[in-house]
């Protein structure tokens, strides 16, 4: 197949990955010009950032434990007149989403550079995309100034995420990586990033779900959330990415495991649509590509239904009806029958309905 005409915009980010490479975290302040750092985390994670700020030493101005999911604007208020009070000159943030969420957050209002070491498989810190709730409501908007100048990938602090977690988290960076293979804005650099991602993630969170201190599965499934957040970062998202939306803001219903159940389901509504991609898919998950995420899911232990997750069934026509309110763009035509009998088979648990016949 030729390649087709494309736009690619690089991003400009530092990455440094390995095992043990937090030491490094002094080195790369200074590289900034640094001379003050703020640390944050979550209350559970407040020992990852007393660690850090321990290597840091005197540059360690703080320690802001009190990121929480969603980034609500009162916290990040409250994170940044510390950072301001403090005169700090750099942001150092250490944890999942929700630390990296609140490290935007303050570089949004402060233009502070920040450094991130994740410790989830959610990639946020490869995106310049920022969501923050106030009164009950999350806006997500994309800016640049979101994006995090320094990424330090330590597998090591990778070692305790629990199984669950892991397993659940990592589907979802390979959400990512699927809907990067079909986005309206495709480019074959970001799709050569998606099956090494997919293909990473795929052989490494069966043996972390067995085993989660299996460094070497570690190292894969952080170097595929790596490629999975850059992904996402680089192109636009579709069906699969809107249901769960849906699925997670009206229903309350988790966000990673969510689209852990839905992914085989909305790839395979869009399998008609993507021969060429459903192939390269097939190469690297080795089988039908929609049966095989559903058969990982099942192997990292996740649940294997919207109905496991708390949806109830009077659900199911309400969520179609929410999916389809406003348009966008997906490869397939949106056909409301057949979303909602997509998400019918999500919360019942069936196999995927899998017809690759091209429309
Ligand atoms: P999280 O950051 O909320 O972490 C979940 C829990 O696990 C927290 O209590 C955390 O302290 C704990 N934890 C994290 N890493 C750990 C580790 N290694 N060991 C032990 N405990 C650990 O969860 P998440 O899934 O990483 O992030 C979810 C949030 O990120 C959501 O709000 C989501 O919307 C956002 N997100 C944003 C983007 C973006 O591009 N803006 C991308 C992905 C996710």
Redesign the pocket.
Known sequence: MAVEDFVYAARPARVIFGSGTSERLPEEVARLGARRALLL?????RG?AEALAMCLGDVAAGIFSG?????PVAVSERATEMARSLGVDVIVAV???????LG?AIALRTDLPQIVL???????E??P???ETQDGIKK?RTTEKVLPEVVIYDID??????AA?SGT?GM?AIAHAVEALYARDRNPVVSALALEAIRALARSLPIIARAPRNAGARADALYGAWLC?MC??SVGMALHHKLCHVLGGSFDLP??ETHTVVLPHALAYNAPALPGVMERLEAVLGGEPCRALQDLGRAIGAPGSLADLGMAESGIEQAATIALANPYWNPRPLERDAIRDLIARAHGGALPLVDRRTT
């Open positions: 985390s979550t209350d559970a994670q990852h990121a929480v999911m969603h980034t944890g999942g989403g929700s630390t990296t969420g935007k994740p410790t989830t498989y959610a990639g946020s490869m995106t995309i920022i969501g997500t602090l990778t070692l305790d995420l629990p977690l988290s979802n957040g996402l970062g966000h990673a």
